[in-house]
């Protein structure tokens, strides 16, 4: 897939003929046109940035990508470039922006350089959504104050994987936050998805008033109370009232769902719910909401995940009844091994003694929480080895840090299909060592583990490390 996938387009009327995408990452639930405008003008300073730009040096070179519309014929639909034909839209019609302040701004542009705007672009289309989506994902890099494309956060490539049936590693978190803002509830672009993925799980996630039916959401309470829970998740996460580590544990976790749901006069999550739900649509083959118990093990990579039997598909599966007095499972990041039953090794030459020598004494490790330091210097020492041997049979360049490594290692399996696309924006999630964007752990972390007597490691997150990231390992190895 590429440039052969694409045709070109000349002389697109962007007022006429081009439609804004209702369900573009940075727009994610708009109802209409105007929904879609004033959605992309939530980032004020951004979209006044790229206005002024366009208006005064024209648009930038990266071609907008557009697909045949669906429901009006004879209208295109933007892939790529919502933003920059958002403000070609505003340039050339100011009163599609309703905010009279900053339209006056517009207004003002538009006057400033009425003789450099187009109405009419070249543009490239294509049918090939895999295509399409190919060249969406590999874009976005580069921000340049809003003037650029911006870079996507977690949350907005979620939403895109998601919209577009690609598999997304916080699927579940993903599904959550888009069925809030369908019902009228703002998630900020930046909204830290990867610091909830682990805590909204599907067993969670029902305590919130949803089910995962069909693999998809449903209800099991009143529409109004789930509003409210969600409004409350996303404010107290979203302005950082609380944090990852509110929830890291199965008994934080549930604390936290108990002060929800304590908020909205609902009962605590170890109380059984009722056997069947109104809310539930009839004859739809699922079976009843399961009830709420205490955190337990699944096979599920969240650890709170419901242990319930999955659902049969007849209307006769039975809801199952909870086990009282059974103390809760360990979830599967507080093992006791790094390497778990079963999982996929690496090949390695036998000429690899030392890699060979590595992956002997992790082995030997008999119990992480009792030495997570020595495990997370090895950890270390596996990771850079098998970046290095990738490196080198590839002939990558060394960029003389090993989050930059990683990165170029990444772009360069996924084009050989060693990774998926999503597989590589979880490996990478990990290589982000700015200081605004950094999470609780990243690569740069092992290093100061080894060399900062402030930095001792978790298990826990020693574990959640090597479960997120042994398929970047598997994949130096092929």
């Not at 609380?242 to 170890?270: M, W």
């Amino acid at each position: 897939m590429g440039r052969k996938d694409f045709t070109l387009l000349t002389d697109v009327d962007v007022i006429d003929d081009i439609l804004l995408d209702e369900r573009n990452p940075r727009i994610r639930a708009a109802g209409s046109q105007q929904d879609c405008i004033d959605r992309v003008l939530r980032k004020r300073e951004q979209m006044q940035n790229l206005i002024e730009s366009i208006a005064k040096e024209g648009l930038s070179t990266t071609p907008i990508l557009l697909t045949s519309s669906a429901t009006e014929k004879g209208k295109w639909v933007v892939k790529d470039g919502n933003r920059r034909v958002t403000a070609l839209k505003l340039l050339n019609d100011p009163s599609l922006c309703t905010d009279p302040e900053f339209n006056q701004k517009i207004v003002a542009i538009a006057d400033a350089h009425k003789d450099n705007i187009p109405r009419k672009i070249d543009c490239l289309s294509s049918e090939n959504p895999e295509a399409i989506a190919r060249e969406v994902v590999l874009r976005h890099s580069g921000e340049l104050g809003g003037v650029g494309q911006i870079d996507w956060s977690s949350y907005l490539r979620t939403i895109y994987l998601l919209n577009n049936d690609i598999a997304a590693d916080y699927k579940r978190a993903g599904q959550y936050l888009l069925w809030a803002e369908n019902h009228g509830i703002v998630v900020d672009d930046d909204f830290p998805i990867t610091n909830v993925s682990r805590f909204l799980s599907v067993k969670n996630i029902r305590a919130l008033g949803l089910d995962v039916v069909d693999d998809e959401l449903a209800l099991n309470i009143d529409i109004k109370t789930a509003i409210n829970m969600a409004t409350r998740i996303i404010d107290d996460f979203g302005a950082k009232k609380k944090s990852v580590n509110s929830v890291f544990t199965p008994e934080l976790a549930e604390k936290y769902l108990n002060e929800v749901r304590k908020d909205l006069g609902l009962l605590p999550i170890n109380t059984p719910l009722p056997v069947s739900s109104p809310t539930m649509p009839p004859s739809t083959g699922a079976k009843a909401p399961a009830p709420v118990a205490s955190p337990t093990s699944a096979s599920d990579t969240s650890p709170l995940v419901s242990n319930a039997p999955a659902t049969t598909g007849t209307s006769e599966t039975a809801t199952p009844k909870p086990k009282v007095g059974r103390p809760p499972a360990k979830p599967s990041w507080d093992r006791r091994k790094l390497f778990w039953v079963g999982a996929p090794q690496p090949s390695i030459p036998s000429s690899e003694t030392k890699m060979r020598g590595v992956l002997l004494e992790i082995g030997q490790i008999k119990d992480v929480r009792v030495t997570p330091l020595t495990t997370a210097f090895l950890i270390r020492a596996l990771i850079e080895l098998s970046e290095k041997h990738y490196r080198t049979k590839y002939g990558l360049d060394d960029k003389r840090k090993l989050a930059d490594n990683i990165t170029a290692a990444c772009d360069s399996m996924v084009e050989k299909k060693y990774l998926t696309p999503s597989q590589m924006q979880l490996v990478k999630s990990y290589t982000v060592t700015k200081k605004d964007d950094v999470g609780i752990f990243n690569v740069d972390t092992l290093q100061k583990y080894l060399h900062r007597e402030t930095h001792l490691p978790a298990p826990q997150t020693i574990n959640m490390f090597w479960d997120e990231l042994y398929s970047f390992v598997h994949a130096c190895w092929k």
